[in-house]
């Protein structure tokens, strides 16, 4: 994923010279991750450089830019880092299109890592990726595979709305497939289907996928098809895949790593309670992490999710 993400970022700085990248050690390291890597090399101090640690200031940059026509891409460092930029985000980012009445616009991409599972410190580990799909005005984004990764960010790029690009670093290096070098683009705000079944629909996005799949491998053994969605975007929600599978299989579990109470699940909950309640056979289950901090390393595999853990709820829906 961090190869993939590097050349979406590569290809735009080539394709498009209002593109600029700059953020927390995205210039000369190429980022904590290294997903910049190289590209200020490649195209310069003034296309790729480093900011101040001010995450305010590099939003807030980032909204002028935008409005006077440049496409900026912002890096903020960890995904716990993000809440001092709250102001420019909720205040200006969203907003501008609505204030202006579609005179300005904000084509601006903020990209940060975010999850748990790799023993980092407090701050680094949230999953809070409900707060940015409750704000109006912006778009949010997150990829499960390489391939998606680079499809969804040159799509983010090249969106005329502010767009929230979420990276599970768990997944950064853990996961290898085979992506075009040519520039193509995923629609933002649809779904995928990752595997068809007809006993129950599970949709997760990120790092749960790869777990989802691992717990898929046990379902199969007990005879279970299990229908897998990625949701891909938080925001905007492609409601018309969830229900169709809901539909078809009957049964709904959601999969997420974020805090359970007013969550991506509960949303999705409410969608197949509203659109699909005459096809559920069972209640929906939410499998999220708890509402609390994520643990120092010590205790934080008690907050993660499982592949077992996933079979283990999977299986009390289907005895329902």
């Known amino acids: ?37 190289g590209l200020q090399q490649k195209f310069g101090e003034k296309r790729v450089f480093d900011s101040p640690l001010a995450e ?53 991409v903020i990209r940060f890592p975010y999850g748990g599972g790799i023993n980092a410190l407090e701050h680094h580990s949230e999953s809070m990726e409900s707060i940015y799909g409750h704000i109006p005005g912006i778009k949010v984004v997150i990829p499960s ?3 998606d990764a680079k499809g969804l960010l040159i799509s983010a790029i090249e969106s005329d709305d502010t767009v929230i690009f979420m990276e599970p670093k768990r997944i950064y290096r853990a996961i290898k497939q085979e992506v075009a070098e040519e520039k193509y683009s995923i629609p933002i705000g649809k779904a995928k289907v990752v595997s068809a079944g007809t006993d129950i629909t599970i949709v997760a996005y990120g790092a ?14 007990k005879n279970i098809s299990v229908e897998l969605i990625d949701l891909r ?4 929600l492609d409601k018309e895949t969830i229900v169709k599978s809901v539909q078809k299989t009957g049964r709904l579990m959601i999969v997420t790593e974020e805090p359970n109470t007013f969550g991506v699940a509960a949303e999705i909950t409410a969608i197949a309670n509203e659109e699909a309640f005459l096809y559920l056979e069972a209640p929906v289950k939410r499998v999220t992490g708890f509402d609390v901090i994520v ?11 499982t592949p077992e853990k996933i079979f283990y709820e999977l299986e009390r829906v289907m005895k329902f």
Not at 77 to 96: D, E, L
């Open 233 to 236: 975007t938080i925001y905007p």
């Open 1 to 37: 994923m961090v190869q993939a993400v590097n050349n979406a970022l590569e290809i735009k700085l080539a394709d498009d010279e209002n593109v600029v990248i700059y953020g927390e050690d995205a210039g000369v390291e190429g980022g904590v991750f290294r997903v910049t890597e």
């Open 208 to 221: 749960m996928i790869r777990e989802v799949q691992k717990a898929m491998v046990m379902a199969k053994s």
């Open 295 to 305: 643990p120092l390393p010590a205790s934080e595999h008690f907050y993660m999710q």
């Open 145 to 147: 595979t390489p391939y």
């Open 56 to 108: 305010s200031a590099i939003v807030g940059t980032a909204v002028g830019m935008a409005i006077a026509g440049l496409r900026p891409v912002v890096e903020l460092q960890f995904c716990g880092f993000v809440y001092p930029a709250f102001n420019q985000i909720i205040s200006h980012a969203a907003r501008i299109h609505n204030r202006t009445r579609g005179k300005y616009k904000t084509p601006m």
